[in-house]
């Protein structure tokens, strides 16, 4: 089957996702891209600028698959006549209606975020599919639609919710977690290494991570920590703060700028304690676990689904409190709950590509004959 992949922020997760796939997939998938830059730019004009590219692309295709960053309705104005019978399937990685905005965005100030969400909100109905990273992100989107829709003054649509609804599911992200294998050895630190390996930024809520950190530094508890993750010129200051309060505890401060650097950290670690306020999926967390790092996780978004918290209630708590707890009591015996990570490793690596590319080409069939 010929797939073209349309991607107007070809970068980050966006770039390795469809790139993995390709490389895995029996299909044949050709990718028209812009740079993964200007993200409010690429919303608003990158429709145009690959509907063009599209015109011009002279091979055949049988399915178009599109990041949730395209104008679909744009895209198919301007593609209209060489598109009329080609499905086409939105993957969300995200959403702009349930992604928390950065306080620090002047958008909000000039009221003018809520056009983003319109962008996604258009696409998801013009589209003859989609196709979300998580059952959460699912419906959290739903909800939100629900939220949006209400603030208009008239004419609602709120129908359109349930037709968007009943063309959407839920395709995992597909990960190359076998590429940490050749990294794998034996836990052998002196002490206890917790790890960060998150982006540098609000979402992800750095400030009750690292206070949990000062709270055990202060209460005399033995640990190191490993602070990875890729940062901005902009980025939360509880970092430097933790840089200075944690001098003696931090063996590694910054981005990884190899992958041979990023997995020997992950391969090291012994906890991934996770506090963040957003994730649709958690790429970062499903390879930290995949390689034996032991995780705490908040009791909210994707996280019970992903770390099946029916199965494995110890894994999560509600409040920091407990958070606290569970920590300190995993530096206490640490060497003793490594051992049990290998159910989690199990349980994570179904989202390899090893499994889920044979899922991906029988949806994307699917879906192209329906």
């Known amino acids: 089957m010929k797939i073209i992949y349309i991607e107007p922020f070809y970068s980050g997760a966006h770039k390795q996702w469809i790139d993995s796939y390709k490389q895995k997939s029996t299909h044949d998938i050709a990718i028209l891209t812009l740079p993964g830059n200007k993200w409010k730019w690429r919303m608003h004009g990158g429709a145009v600028t690959l509907a063009n590219k599209f015109n011009n692309y002279n091979k055949k295709v049988d399915l178009i698959l599109c990041s949730d960053f395209l104008n679909l309705p744009v895209f198919k104005s301007i593609c209209s006549q060489k598109i009329s019978n080609i499905p086409i399937i939105m993957y969300f990685h995200e959403n702009q209606l349930s992604y928390p905005w950065s306080p620090h965005d002047s958008d909000l100030k000039l009221n003018r975020d809520l056009h983003y969400h319109y962008i996604n909100y258009t696409s998801s109905l013009t589209s003859d599919f ?20 209400k603030k208009m003054p008239d004419f609602n649509n709120f129908e359109t919710i349930d037709t968007i609804s009943k063309k959407s599911d839920i395709l995992y992200i ?8 050749k990294y794998r050895h034996k836990r052998q630190n002196a002490k206890p290494l917790i790890l960060w390996n998150h982006r540098w930024e609000f979402d992800k809520n750095p400030e009750d991570f690292f206070n949990v950190l000062f709270k055990l530094k202060n209460n005399n508890i033995d640990f190191e920590v490993a602070i990875l993750g890729e940062q901005f010129k902009d980025y939360p200051k509880i970092f430097d703060k933790a840089k200075k309060m944690l001098d ?5 401060f910054g981005y990884c700028e190899s992958f041979d650097e990023y997995a020997n950290w992950l391969c090291k670690a012994d906890i991934l304690p996770v506090t963040s306020n957003q994730d649709f999926f958690g790429v970062s967390i499903v390879e930290a676990v995949s390689v034996g790092v032991y995780p705490i996780m908040p009791e909210r978004l994707t996280y019970p689904e992903i770390l099946d918290q029916k199965n494995n209630p110890d894994l999560f708590y509600r409040k920091n409190t407990t958070l ?8 206490k015996n640490y060497k003793v709950l490594r051992k049990s990570t290998s159910k989690y490793e199990k349980l994570i ?22």
């Open 130 to 149: 989609n196709l979300f990273n998580s059952k959460y992100h699912l419906d959290s989107y739903l909800d939100s639609l629900k939220k949006y829709l």
């Open 174 to 181: 597909g990960c190359d977690l076998k590429k940490f294998d």
């Open 248 to 252: 003696k505890n931090i063996v590694q």
């Open 324 to 331: 606290f707890k569970k920590l300190n009591d995993f530096l």
């Open 349 to 370: 690596n179904r989202f390899d590509w090893s499994n889920m590319v044979k899922i991906y080409d029988e949806t994307f069939e699917k879906y192209s004959k329906n």
